[in-house]
Every structure is written in C-alpha cells, then in structure tokens.
C-alpha cells in the first residue's frame, strides 16, 4: 500500500473544515457551507433565454402541437418532467407529448426521420441536442421550430434552433450544472410572462436530483445552493415514492436527506432502469415524476389481476428489481469477459483491451460499468469496444486516478497519438481507434508504463501518528456529511503503526466477516473482509497502517469517531511490544 499526502493541512480541530474545502478549490467557504438565494445568477445571463420562453409561449398560446424529446439519463427526465409539469400548470390543455429514446443515445439522430415527418410544430429538447446541427436544419426545412435547452459543451450555436446552453453563455458563470439547471432558469424566466414569480421553485427538488445524478461539480456556490435547497422541499411524489422505497438506506445514519443519500441510493435506481428496463418501464418511470398518483396495475408477487398500485410507488419498486437485473446482467457478462481476458493472455498489456460483438449480449449501457470491474480486478486502465463496419474499435473506457503513472488514463489516450477520438472525463469516456492502430498503441503502453506503474497510490489529506489525538478533528468532518460531494471529494486519511493485540480484534456480522477495534478514542472498523480478519489475528500482537474515510458512531448518547478501513498494511509484532 502506497500513500502521499495531497497537501500540508494543519491537524486543528476548530480550522479543518475550511482547509479542507480550500485546498479542493472552494474559494468562497461561507457562501458554500452556508448555501444561500444569494447565490442565485440571473437567468438572463443565459444567452437566447428570452427568445426561448418567447417561442414556448407562442405555441401554447396559439394551441400548437409539441414534443418534448425526453433524453436518456436522469438529467434529461427530470429536465423533460420540470417542463412538464410546468407547461400543464398553466396550459392543461396543451398539445403536449414526449417520447423516449430505445436505447442510450441522445438528440434527435435516432428519432429525426420520424420527426419530420410528423405535424409537430416545436420539438423541444432539454439536456441534449445542442451540435444537432444537421437535424436542427431539416426540422427548420420542414417548417418547424426547435429549442434546445442544455448543458452540454458545444462548437457553436445552432443556425436553425433556438438554443439555451450554459457551455456556449460566455456571460453565465456556472459551467458546473446539469440540464435540468438550465430548464430552471428557463422556467425562472417563463415565470414572470406567466406573471406568477416564484412559481418554478415548486420544481427546484427535481432540478436537486438532476444535479446529484449527473455528478454536477457543487464548487460553483449556485449549484449547490439548488442542490441542498432543493432537497430540503421535496414535493414531487415522484421523488418522494423512491425515497420511501429506499428510507432504511437514507436515513440509517442522518436524518436528513442528502447529497450522498441520494446519490448512492435514489440515481442508481434511476439508472438501472435507464441501462436495463424495457420501453414500457422507461415510459413509465418518466410518469412516475410527471402522473405519479396514476393507478396501474401491479406486478409485484402475488398480485391479482385488478389489484392497483399509484405508478410512482410501482416504478420505485420496479426499479429496484431492475437494478437487481443489471447487477446479473454484469456478472454473467464479467465472467464471461474474464474467460476470454484469460484465452487471449490479454494481461500481458499494461492496459486492458477487451473486445466484444452482438453475440456476446452484452447492452451497451453496461460496458462502462463492466469495464470500471475490470479495473479494480486486474488494477490497470480498461477499455471495452466494438468494432465496426469500417475497422473503428469503439466503446467505454475506465481508469483510477490512483494509478502511478496512469492518473488520466483519458490524457494518456491522447498522448499516444493514435486514436480517433477520446471524450469524456479523465477515467471514465467513450473512445474510438482504428483496428490497424490497436497493436500500436498496446506497444506504447507497455513502453511508457513500468512495473510499478499501476501501483494504487493512495493520496490522503491527513496521514496521522497513532498516538496523536485527532479524534476531536474526526469528529468535526464526520458531522458534516453533506459537505462532500462530485468534486469535493470527501477527506481521507491514513493512521500509521497502530499498535495491537489480537484480543482487542471484536468480531462482528451475521457472517462474522467484519471487525473493529479501538486505540486512543477512535474506533477502526472493516466490513465484509474475511481475509483481513485472518490477516489481523494471525499475529499475537502487531501494528496496523489504514487507509479510510471518517464516519462518526453514536451510542446511548456518546459519539467516536471512527475510521472505516479501505485498505491496510499489517506487521507482525509478537517480539516488539
């Protein structure tokens, strides 16, 4: 285990918190501990805001026929659903309907023919389709109107539609929010021509979840002001019915709804159904936030023909089983890609390219999270691709900005010289190289990775001596949960040579496969790891160094700080003590 430390943060108690959030790029601490209205920007700083809810009013007013084109990920249902709602606020009579994308995919490029072809008269498209530039001309040539409102990065403005885009806004600041942000300065705007100021907040909930979903940076004060306020007055029964479908998991350590919570426990239902739910559960987890008192039918277990359930309390639970499903989906796919990573001796490579084909039957929306496995499993960069009809290997890379030499395994793509294309996050993108190009760039990765190279280097805010007492400053980072967050990642620290005897090792779980022990006030605890558990009691007395995150334990009115160990080295000191 090998551990550096990022920076040097004074070990205070009273101070930690703002070192912490400064040395992770906060530059305004109290507007960010303290999120406030105050934070809010001008939607009018958006460029072509004012024309868009211009050209929405237009045809409503004038009883036009409109598509909302809902796009394929959190973001885009809940950017889609604000709009919804908002339009049949006011319009309950509008011509209004929405369409979902089959597959992952985003814009109009697999519905544009159908499109226009139809008597729509705006299409609408939140969170997608901002370099549509090719559809957004034949829409315009078959006489209808198109607005984008997004946050995706762009060359340009689209010559043919009325675009709404934060990327492209040099006057708009925040460049850390997700579409369904810009849908609400949209509404912010559509609130004063409908003469109703303050009419949208009823949706700044969903415009939270959107955020946390699509791991939108919470360093821009804006943002996160729209995130905990939003999750502070929750009113979409939508929203509500997932978090009673999750409450054990929310609330077993806060009473609060939270940044973390939600992301961990409410998107990735979301995105199960997203990756693997049929076209009739992807439709109705978007009624779920748009009619979520519907009555459908039911189909959990035991259910009689007749027997009703609210949509939204129906789709919470489908969702979880979906999730259930694409977690079995990505076992049986591992398994399978691990037999052929072992057939071809593919781990001779410093990094792991791993081929598959329809036959396989692996979806699409899966390979990014299979290949993120591979990665802990075989501790190197991972890419999963397809090829195609001209030669073009494409599909899903992941890496670990632990790895030595390899933080951003995206720049180091790059760096070769030989792909097509790489987009995306440092360790986590879509990628494109040419068949001739591959033997190529597995040589220069083996050349320009060393041995050590992919070594997990663990970089830490804190590394602390075991006899120093730093349980006051656990305790003030474990009090504030909801501090930590995309971007602001949550403090890690690292305790050396803490001394040991076997019999202080409490053992504990159904499966007796977690553990914890104390020294001077801080509680060290590892979950579900039977190996460390023989590991720690082979040895009479020892010394342990651990890697973990801060969490605080409250019992009959006492709080410890403790420690959840994510890694460890451990030392045999029999003769020592």
Not at 193 to 207: A, I, R, T, V, W
Request: hydrophobic letters at 35%; one cysteine or more.
């Amino acid at each position: 285990m090998k551990y550096k430390l990022k920076w040097e943060l004074p070990h205070d108690a009273v101070t930690c918190l703002g070192w912490l959030l400064s040395a992770r790029g906060v530059e305004d601490i109290e507007g960010y501990v303290y999120p406030s209205k105050d934070y809010e920007l001008n939607p009018r700083l958006l460029d072509n805001i004012d024309r868009g809810a211009a050209l929405l009013k237009k045809h409503l007013d004038n009883d036009s026929n409109i598509l909302l084109v809902q796009d394929c990920d959190t973001d885009g249902i809940m950017s889609s659903a604000m709009l919804w709602l908002y339009i049949k606020d006011f319009y309950p009579k509008a011509k209004l309907e929405y369409v979902c994308h089959e597959h992952k995919q985003h814009g109009l490029e697999d519905i544009i023919d159908d499109i226009e072809e139809s008597d729509y008269d705006l299409i609408i498209l939140p969170d997608a389709s901002s370099n549509d530039y090719e559809y957004h001309e034949r829409l315009y040539n078959a006489h209808k109107d198109v607005l984008v409102i997004d946050h995706h990065e762009a060359e340009r403005y689209s010559y043919y539609a009325v675009v709404i885009n934060n990327q492209l806004s040099k006057e708009y600041p925040n460049k850390s929010f997700s579409g369904a942000g810009v849908v609400y300065k949209f509404l912010m705007v559509m609130d004063e021509l409908m003469g109703k100021p303050g009419h949208s907040e009823k949706y700044m909930d969903l415009c939270a979840l959107a955020n946390v979903a699509d791991c939108m940076s919470m360093k821009h004060p804006e943002t996160r002001y729209y995130i905990m306020e939003g999750l502070k007055r929750v009113q979409n029964d939508g929203f509500k019915a997932f978090i009673n479908q999750q409450s054990y998991s929310l609330f077993k350590e806060t009473k609060e709804l939270g940044y973390i919570g939600v992301a961990f426990y409410i998107a990735p239902l979301l995105n199960a159904v997203v990756r693997v739910g049929t076209m009739e559960e992807k439709r109705l987890l978007f009624e779920s936030f748009i009619n979520p008192n519907e009555l459908i039918q039911s189909d959990k277990r035991g259910a009689k023909p007749g027997d009703m359930e609210k949509v939204a309390v129906e789709m919470a639970r489908r969702a979880s089983n979906a999730r259930n499903r694409q977690n079995k989906t990505k076992e049986r796919a591992t398994e399978l890609l691990d037999m052929r990573v072992q057939k071809y001796d593919l781990l001779d490579n410093k990094i792991l390219i791993i081929e598959v084909d329809n036959k396989d039957n692996i979806p699409q929306e899966l390979r990014g999270l299979i290949c993120a496995q591979f990665v802990n499993r075989y501790h190197r960069p991972c890419a999963i691709v397809a090829r195609n009809s001209e030669g073009f290997l494409r599909g899903s890379i992941r890496g670990n900005d632990s790895f030595e030499e390899v933080p951003d395994f995206k720049a180091f793509l790059e760096g070769s010289g030989l792909m097509d294309y790489v987009q995306g996050h440092a360790n986590a993108a879509g990628m494109s190289i040419h068949e001739s190009n591959l033997e190529d760039l597995l040589a220069y990765a083996n050349t320009h990775i060393s041995d050590e190279g992919l070594s997990n280097v663990y970089y830490v805010d804190y590394i602390f001596d075991e006899d120093e007492d730093f349980g006051p400053l656990l305790l003030n980072i474990a009090a504030q949960p909801n501090l930590w967050g995309n971007d602001i990642e949550e403090p890690m620290v690292v305790v050396e040579r803490i001394p040991y005897y076997r019999e202080q090792l409490f053992i504990m779980g159904e499966n007796k496969d977690s553990s914890k022990f104390s020294h001077n006030g801080v509680e060290y605890v590892k979950f579900k790891d039977s190996d460390y558990i023989q590991e720690a009691t082979a040895y009479e007395r020892g010394y342990i160094t651990v890697y973990g995150s801060i969490k605080q334990n409250t019992w009959a009115g006492r709080t410890t700080p403790q420690i959840l160990i994510q890694d460890y080295i451990i030392e045999d000191a029999t003769y020592d003590f």
